[in-house]
């Protein structure tokens, strides 16, 4: 998997910021593919239990990950309310499972900040940065960090 | 371009003439060739050599051009085709593959038949009198002919080889245009070629040759005067300049055999000057070589499969597109008879001819299987020394492409086999009342929505005893076994399974029949054998008509639908009580016609469904797939049998045990497809180790 790009301080990145397991997070626009309402998917046997299924995206099956659950947060009810953002990963396609997605921010990149150590060692190291979004705080997700271990979404 | 794509492309035209070789070969040993025929093989031959040589691949050069020289006799009937020639030929065209194969892979190895064949030839060769070869022969070594200039005065030396004493003596003016140089030829590679046919001078003229710093060095300057003298006629020259029509001026003058004109100013012996030939198009001379006239062939286009596969896919989400709009405009409550219904089936048909239209892209004749396999065959007899008569039948007959490829392993196997082990030797054939000749039959159909393809033999046919007390002797079977003679024969795919006493060099290390049903099986198809003690055997094959559809049943378990390959479904069966017995805590065996199968629960085996369904009210599917034991898996419930596209889960996910693949229904959901193999060896390690085992891994 390639190497994250390094963000310069002066560059303005956008991200599309979301909301799971009451957390908030954000995704760089660039990795995301579409976003789409909840809809039923088909479940998988012998898989993680934040894999919820698979679903058909025109024709492709993608795996559908509950990014609660996956960091830690507790697993998501998927009710028709709940959106699923689709990430391109190198050559894969993945859903992502999210309570709401929010809004597209922009942000300096001298203005994300590294995500100090708080001695957990759970998924919270693909949490590659934090920055602070008016009263509150949004944690910028790495992606090829989340998946990398999991490469193979097979447990 | 670059090199590699130069020789990707060289690798792609050699397959092709490779099948006309062999096509045109087949025609010779059937006796049904005309000129025509010897003419493409010759052409095919020379083909190879030519683009050979630019590739620098000296082995496989030098040994068109032997074989080249025997063909051309055969061609200017020089040499008889005796049933020895003809076997030589076909033995040598064999080698052409191998060293075409070689040289692909780079494996700079030299086929081992290569230096018998070569002598074969060349020993031919000289029987048909070729006049001057030999002599020629070693004056110029077919070395490595890399797209450089070469020396020019290397080829002033050629004529020094012989005399000019010759019957006939021709004078050629010969003017490449730029265009020669462009389609890759070689005018050094022309002059060989005139060398073969007779002794020849050459004059180069380098007049129109500009200044050093004016030279384009893609244009043509230079032109030769060639006088080749010796027992040739005109055709053989003109077929020597045959790929260059139309990119050079040329002119063939016969010369008076005692006279030695100034270059350029040939004599004309009363009105006997053929016209020059200003090679502009398949025109004139009558004579035999001049029928040589290629047929004109269909363009055809080469596309990267890739390119299609995308368009298979495309055109299966039509399909289903088309049935959810159905299924929501039925649901809508439109009459029937109301022109948007009308429109609508309309689409459908558009829909489906687009699909069989794309699959007919991917569809190919079996023929260059069948043709490998007839190779293979020899190659077969020859190591055995059987004297083997190969038969096709149905060659026309188009599967999908990949699926021609992946049947090469699995069908050359089997021919081996039918070779080495099926059919007996000359003597003993004649022991038994059959003619010495054994013989070997590739057949290929369409039957409903499927191939079959057979190998078929008419030798000594399975000997069943020998195959049981091997199986016993192996421990694949218990002493007492009584068996069925399918089910002997279907000890032959058991893994480890060898029945040849001697391990040869074509068949018998024992790996091979459980991996030939492996591998037709996972293109979802089925083998079945058929033989007859004394009378021979027949291995049936039956494939998909394309890899991308499977035939499916669609059952539904603890709620969730999933496909099960019709390729490995014996039958289905809907349990009367008693015919499940309990057999421990948990377990349950299936009675049928007086053998016991074991009986599981598919959603228990995919982790999907805990609870203990009573197998008596379920549904039994019976499935053998590989070399596993069969099992009855019980489903809750099956809903349908039809084709489905595979997707493929490991692109975006990866392999999930027990399922090979998905599929997208007509609802737009996604069903998985069972993998009948896996599931059959995960129930009998769930049998091991029970329950526990799903949710956790």
């Keep these: 998997m390639s190497e994250p790009v390094e963000w310069q301080d002066d560059q303005n990145i956008e991200f599309v910021s979301l909301i799971a397991g009451g957390q908030g997070f954000c995704i760089e626009i660039t990795e995301i593919r579409e976003i789409r309402r909840w809809s039923p998917v088909t479940p998988l046997p012998f898989s993680q239990p934040d894999v919820l299924g698979v679903m058909n995206l025109r024709g492709s099956v993608i795996p559908i990950i509950d990014l609660s659950a996956k960091l830690g947060l507790g697993a998501i009810t998927p009710t028709a309310r709940h959106v699923i953002i689709v990430v391109v990963l190198s050559d894969r396609t993945v859903g992502l499972l999210v309570d709401a997605v929010s809004e597209i921010l922009t942000i300096q990149g001298e203005n994300i900040r590294s995500a100090p150590n708080t001695g957990q060692t759970n998924d919270i190291r693909s949490i590659r940065g934090l920055v602070e979004v008016g009263d509150g705080m949004s944690r910028v997700i790495d992606l090829r960090i989340l998946f990398n271990d999991s490469c193979d979404l097979v447990a | ?697």
């Excluded at chain 2, 299966?316 to 009308?342: F, H, R, T, Y």
């Excluded at chain 2, 490995?568 to 015919?579: F, K, M, N, Q, S």
């Excluded at chain 2, 421990?584 to 228990?604: K, Q, W, Y």
């Excluded at chain 2, 129930?683 to 526990?692: S, V």
Aim: hydrophobic share 40%; glycine share 8%.
């Design chain 2, 1 to 697: 371009m670059s090199m590699d794509s130069l020789k990707a492309t060289f690798f792609a035209e050699c397959e092709d003439l490779l099948d006309a070789l062999s096509e045109g070969l087949a025609a010779m040993s059937d006796g049904t060739a005309d000129p025509e025929t010897v003419n493409a093989i010759f052409r095919a031959v020379h083909s190879i050599k030519g683009s050979g040589g630019a590739f620098g691949l000296e082995d496989l050069v030098s040994f068109a051009h032997i074989y080249e020289n025997v063909l051309d006799q055969i061609r200017a009937e020089t040499l008889d085709v005796t049933p020895a020639v003809m076997k030589t030929v076909l033995r040598a065209s064999d080698v052409l593959a191998a060293l075409v194969e070689e040289a692909h892979a780079e494996t700079g190895q030299q086929p081992e038949a290569m230096a018998a064949v070569k002598a074969e030839l060349t020993a031919l060769s000289s029987v048909g009198g070729a006049s001057s070869e030999s002599g020629l022969e070693d004056a110029f070594s077919f070395e490595a002919l890399p797209f450089e200039a070469i020396e020019l005065s290397d080829l002033g030396d050629l004529g020094d080889a012989g005399e000019l004493t010759g019957d006939a003596r021709y004078q050629i003016t010969f003017k490449p245009e730029r265009a020669l140089y462009e389609n890759s030829h070689d005018p050094v590679i022309l002059f060989m070629a005139l060398a073969d046919l007779g002794d020849v001078v050459v004059e180069c003229d380098t007049d129109a040759l500009p200044v050093l710093a004016d030279i384009d060095p893609a244009e043509s300057y230079l032109s030769w005067t060639v006088t080749v003298s010796g027992d040739v006629s005109r055709e053989e020259i003109g077929a020597v300049f045959e790929f260059v029509e139309g990119l050079c001026t040329l002119e063939i003058a016969l010369e008076e055999t005692e006279t030695l004109p100034p270059v350029g100013d040939a004599v004309e012996p009363d009105g006997a000057v053929d016209a020059p030939i200003t090679a502009a198009g398949p025109s004139e001379p009558a004579g035999k070589a001049r029928q040589s006239a290629p047929q004109s062939k269909r363009p055809t286009l080469r596309v990267d499969p890739d390119r299609v596969d995308r368009l298979i896919n495309t055109v299966g989400e039509l399909i289903i597109n088309q049935a959810v709009i159905s299924q929501k405009v039925v649901a809508s409550g439109i009459a029937q008879n109301s022109d948007l219904m009308a429109d609508l089936d309309d689409y459908g048909f558009l829909a489906r001819d687009i699909q069989e239209g794309v699959m007919a892209i991917r569809a190919q004749p079996v023929k260059p299987l069948f043709q490998r396999m007839a190779r293979i065959a020899r190659e077969a007899g020859d190591a055995t020394g059987k004297d083997v008569n190969f038969v096709m039948e149905g060659e026309m007959t188009e599967i999908d492409k990949s699926l021609v490829e992946r049947l090469t392993d699995p069908m050359t196997h089997l021919v081996r086999n039918a070779v080495d082990h099926g059919l007996e030797t000359g003597d003993e054939r004649r022991a038994a009342g059959k003619s010495s000749q054994g013989q070997l039959c590739l057949s290929a159909e369409h039957r409903s929505g499927h191939v079959m393809i057979t190998v078929r033999d008419d030798g000594r046919g399975l000997n069943r005893e020998k195959i049981l007390a091997k199986a016993i002797e192996r421990g694949l079977v218990a002493k007492d076994a009584k068996l069925s003679e399918a089910e002997i024969d279907n000890l032959l795919f058991a893994p480890g399974f060898s029945t040849a006493e001697t391990v040869t060099n074509l068949s018998g290390r024992g790996v091979g029949m459980d991996v030939v049903l492996t591998e037709i099986q996972s293109m979802g198809g089925r083998i079945a054998i058929s033989s007859e003690p004394g009378k021979g055997s027949e291995f049936s094959i039956s494939l998909p008509l394309t890899l991308a559809v499977l035939d499916g049943m669609v059952v539904t378990v603890a709620g969730q639908t999933l496909v099960l390959p019709l390729s490995c479904i014996i039958e289905t069966i809907r349990p009367r009580t008693g015919d499940i017995r309990p057999l421990g805590p948990n377990g349950h065996v299936l009675s049928i016609r007086g053998a016991f199968v074991p009986v599981v629960s598919l959603g228990a085996i995919l982790g999907l469904d805990n609870s203990c369904v009573d197998p008596e009210s379920s549904v039994l599917v019976h499935i053998q797939s590989g070399g596993a034991n069969p099992v009855a898996v019980s489903v809750d419930d099956i809903s349908d049998q039809r084709q489905v596209v595979m997707k493929s889960l490991e692109a975006n996910y990866g392999a999930i045990p027990g399922v090979s693949a998905a599929t997208i229904l007509g609802d737009g959901k996604i069903a998985l497809i069972v993998d009948p193999d896996a599931v059959s060896k995960m129930a009998i390690e769930a049998d091991e180790t029970p329950i526990t085992f799903e949710l956790e891994i």
